[in-house]
């Protein structure tokens, strides 16, 4: 079993939508959980870092952590054609180490 | 957050030569770089992790000999592939590490080995 697995997609989406974006983790003892997103050819930009169960919201991005499920997602409202990316959870404890899930590739159509 | 910068974005050469690519934390001293494979259509592989001052940790299957990273000072760290190999074309990228668990990348390096 995979540390983090990820809903690999792709998925399409009109402009407009909400996107739900989905990660499981197998190791209860991991601490931290971010969202990046990756542009084609380019490196990833971090987005969300969260570390305890609950929502945390920053514009139209919301990072929701569930740890008695080992569950993390990423939800996007109003989604713009610029959010067409790959979108990366990652997780780890203190000593910076990711392990990243295998990442969703979005497409928002105008 | 962090502002990371890479050196080339990309770079092309012939099978068997050595190649060097620069990663600069350009607003802060960063202790902790790790670089990372990514290859089309995957999700990135740590390769090491870069250590300032000390011998670089890397993952398992990653031969060190090849994949040659120094990090002598807070600001830079380099990684040389040595003779390169077709096998070898991939988007390497590197990160430094902010605080105990954050890390910003860099814009990445696309290597293509002919």
């Known amino acids: 079993q995979k540390e983090v697995e990820q809903d690999p997609g792709p998925l399409s989406v009109p402009e407009g939508a909400i996107v739900s974006l989905n990660c499981t983790y197998s190791n209860s003892a991991f601490q931290y959980f971010m969202w990046y997103r990756q542009y084609s050819r380019k490196g990833p930009e971090l987005l969300m870092y969260t570390y305890s169960s609950g929502n945390k919201e920053d514009g139209r991005f919301t990072a929701q952590v569930d740890k008695s499920s080992k569950y993390i997602s990423l939800f996007i409202r109003d989604s713009q054609p610029s959010d067409s990316a790959t979108y990366l959870c990652a997780i780890t404890n203190q000593g910076g180490k990711l392990i990243f899930g295998q990442g969703t590739e979005l497409s928002v159509k105008p | 957050g962090a502002v990371v910068s890479q050196h080339p974005s990309r770079v092309i050469c012939k099978s068997g030569t050595s190649v060097k690519i620069e990663c600069r934390s350009l607003?802060?001293?960063?202790?902790?770089m790790f670089w990372y494979r990514q290859f089309p259509k995957q999700s990135l592989m740590l390769m090491a992790t870069?250590?300032?001052?000390?011998?670089?940790?890397?993952e398992q299957g990653v031969e060190k000999d090849k994949f040659l990273i120094n990090h002598a000072s807070l600001t830079l760290s380099t990684l040389t592939v040595t003779s390169a190999h077709p096998e070898d074309s991939s988007f390497y990228i590197c990160s430094v590490l902010q605080g105990t668990d954050t890390q910003y990348f860099g814009p990445g390096t696309r290597l293509t080995v002919l």
């Open positions: 607003d802060f001293q960063a202790t902790t």
């Open positions: 870069s250590n300032e001052g000390s011998k670089a940790t890397y």
